[in-house]
C-alpha cells in the first residue's frame, strides 16, 4: 500500500512483482493449471484492492485536509481565471465538448 502512496512509483513493477509471486506460489500450493489460474486471481483481486485504498487514502485523507489550507489553495492557484473557467465549464449540466476536453 505504501508503494502505491508514493507518486514516483509507477503500479506496473507492483502487479508484474505480486503476478510472479502469487501466480508462482498458487502453482506450488494447488497444482500447475488450477494453481496458475488462482494465483492470478489473487493478484488481480489484491492489486485492486491496494490500488483503490491507496487512492481513497491519496483523496480523501491527504487531499481533502489539505484542500482547506489557505496556504495550499494558493499554491495550486484555485483563485486564478484559468481554474474559475475549468470549474465554471465543469458545473455545466449535461455532456459537452468542453468537458469532453479538459476531462481527457
Not at 489557505?70 to 473557467?85: E, L, N
Request: charged fraction near 15%; aromatic fraction near 8%.
Amino acid at each position: 500500500l505504501g508503494l502505491f502512496l508514493l507518486p514516483p512509483v509507477p503500479g506496473a513493477p507492483i502487479y508484474l512483482f505480486g503476478g510472479v509471486l502469487l501466480a508462482g506460489k498458487g502453482m506450488d500450493v494447488w497444482g500447475e493449471d488450477i494453481g496458475f489460474l488462482l494465483g492470478t486471481g489473487i493478484c488481480c483481486l489484491l492489486g485492486l484492492v491496494l490500488k483503490l485504498s491507496a487512492c481513497f487514502l491519496q483523496q480523501k485523507v491527504i487531499g481533502e485536509r489539505l484542500g482547506t489550507n489557505s496556504w495550499v489553495r494558493q499554491t495550486v492557484g484555485v483563485h486564478k481565471p484559468f481554474i474559475r473557467a475549468i470549474e465554471k465549464i465543469l458545473s455545466e449540466p449535461g455532456l459537452s465538448i468542453g468537458k469532453v476536453v479538459i476531462l481527457v
